[in-house]
């Protein structure tokens, strides 16, 4: 099992950003899958979570009307579209499907700053 994050950066404030995450070793069609965040000094948080055909989905209420969840499972991949980012929403983002063994493995994650 492998995921590897992609698509952080530095942006403003109310800037935007698209994050990638590829899936290897599992079914990847057959599974919800779930974007978190880790902030300096903070528990890991439950950002996003959808659906294995994406026909559902679910947001923490800090990020909902801002982040739309979205996969593609001809590419194993799921991505994250983040707008009006604030500085409360820098962390490390990771994404991993919603059970175990998946939640077993994590990625590297990829960091995204924002910058008031």
């Known amino acids: 099992v492998q995921f590897v994050e992609s698509g952080g950066g530095l942006v403003q404030s109310g800037g935007s950003l698209r994050l990638s995450c590829a899936a290897s070793?599992?079914?990847?069609?057959?599974?919800?899958m779930r974007w978190y965040r880790q902030a300096p000094g903070k528990e890991r948080e439950l950002v996003a979570t959808?659906?294995?055909?994406?026909?559902?989905?679910n947001y923490a209420e800090s990020v909902k009307g801002r982040f739309t969840i979205s996969r593609d499972n001809a590419k194993n991949t799921v991505y994250l579209q983040m707008n009006s980012l604030k500085p409360e929403d820098t962390a490390v983002y990771y994404c991993?499907?919603?059970?175990?063994?998946?939640?077993?493995?994590w990625g590297q994650g990829t960091q995204v700053t924002v910058s008031s």
């Open positions: 070793g599992f079914t990847f069609s057959s599974y919800y």
């Open positions: 959808i659906s294995s055909t994406g026909s559902s989905t």
């Open positions: 991993n499907a919603d059970r175990y063994p998946m939640l077993l493995y």
